[in-house]
T-cell receptor, first 110, second 116 residues
Framework: EDKVVQSPLSLVVHEGDTVTLNCSYE??????LLWYKQEKKAPTFLFML????IEKKSGRLSSILDKKELFSILNITATQTGDSAIYLC??????????FGTGTRLKVLA | KAGVTQTPRYLIKTRGQQVTLSCSPI?????VSWYQQTPGQGLQFLFE???????NKGNFPGRFSGRQFSNSRSEMNVSTLELGDSALYLC???????????????FGPGTRLTVL
């Protein structure tokens, strides 16, 4: 059975801190992994990772995939209150089917 | 470019009733996926349609069904509603083609269903 585990479940930090969010997975026919940010609305796309070891960056956010050890991490540096959200990872299992983790709830305090 | 739209945004039903939710994908996108989101279970995959055909299905009972029309709009139907069906139902659209950014999914705002 396909499985995605995200850790920690929740996290409270202060502005300026750096956080690392983890996603481990076991899915059949793995193809790629997506990261999403969800505030009080629909998830918004952050990254798509398909190859091991290649870091994707977007401003203060970066992510990397390890296809051998079956995990991905999402790093956020110099956190801001606007980073407060639920972060979801979703590996793609086979053809066009994404399995979502329950997410990490991040709260950044001013 | 208009985003993914879902209607209605909020819905209250009673047990035993049925409900139909609608999703209009981004123009040009041919794949529509449906998800159920609850606090305890997170986002769970219901099914995915491409060019009017169901390509993938999650582990939900047969009370949950869907369809897609020739214009790529999709509907999801839940019959004989149960209290546990209360959730946020999200749809996501993508090009649905193999490889690269064609798989990026864009989510709609969701329909919040409450079953009393």
């Amino acid at each position: 059975e396909d499985k995605v585990v995200q850790s920690p479940l929740s996290l409270v930090v202060h502005e300026g801190d750096t956080v690392t969010l983890n996603c481990s997975y076991e899915v059949t026919n793995f193809r790629s992994l997506l990261w999403y940010k969800q505030e009080k609305k629909a998830p918004t796309f952050l990254f798509m990772l398909t190859s091991s070891g290649i870091e994707k960056k977007s401003g203060r956010l970066s992510s990397i995939l390890d296809k051998k050890e079956l995990f991905s991490i999402l790093n956020i540096t110099a956190t801001q209150t606007g980073d407060s959200a639920i972060y979801l990872c979703a590996p793609r299992a086979g053809t066009y089917k994404y399995i979502f983790g329950t997410g990490t709830r991040l709260k950044v305090l001013a | 470019k208009a985003g993914v739209t879902q209607t209605p945004r909020y819905l209250i039903k009673t047990r035993g009733q049925q409900v139909t939710l609608s999703c209009s994908p981004i123009s040009g996108h041919r794949s529509v996926s449906w998800y159920q989101q609850t606090p305890g279970q997170g986002l769970q995959f219901l099914f995915e349609y491409f060019s009017e055909t169901q390509r993938n299905k999650g582990n939900f009972p047969g009370r949950f069904s869907g369809r897609q029309f020739s214009n790529s709009r999709s509907e999801m139907n839940v019959s004989t509603l149960e209290l546990g069906d209360s959730a946020l139902y999200l749809c996501a659209s993508s090009w649905g083609l193999a490889g690269g950014s064609y798989n990026e999914q864009f989510f709609g705002p969701g329909t919040r269903l409450t079953v009393l």
